[in-house]
C-alpha cells in the first residue's frame, strides 16, 4: 500500500493517482548506491603457462612455475 502525498488515504501499489483526490502518486527513490567500494585486484599471467595469477602468490597454481613478485599498482 501507498500513502498519497496530498491527502494521506492508503493507494495500492502501483497506482498513478490517487483515487481519493487523484494527485499524482510518486514512485519510491531507486535505493542508493552502496558506499562500499570492491577493491580492485590486478591478476597478472603465469609467464610459462600464461594462467591467471593474483598478486602475492609465489608459484602458479596451474604449473608450478615460481613467480616473480609483482610491485603493487601506483595510486593515480
Known amino acids: 500500500m501507498t500513502l498519497c502525498p496530498n491527502c494521506a488515504s492508503k493507494q495500492p501499489d502501483g497506482a498513478?493517482?490517487?483515487d481519493e483526490c487523484g494527485a499524482r502518486l510518486e514512485a519510491?527513490?531507486?535505493?542508493?548506491?552502496?558506499?562500499?567500494?570492491?577493491?580492485?585486484i590486478?591478476?597478472?599471467?603465469?609467464?610459462?603457462?600464461?594462467a591467471?595469477?593474483?598478486?602475492?602468490?609465489?608459484f602458479c597454481e596451474n604449473c608450478?612455475?615460481?613467480?616473480?613478485?609483482?610491485?603493487?599498482?601506483?595510486?593515480p
Open 16 to 18: 498513478a493517482f490517487c
Open 64 to 75: 608450478g612455475a615460481a613467480l616473480t613478485p609483482q610491485p603493487p599498482p601506483s595510486q
Open 28 to 40: 519510491p527513490p531507486p535505493p542508493a548506491p552502496s558506499a562500499q567500494q570492491t577493491p580492485t
Open 42 to 50: 590486478v591478476a597478472h599471467n603465469c609467464p610459462v603457462c600464461h
Open 52 to 58: 591467471p595469477t593474483l598478486p602475492g602468490e609465489a
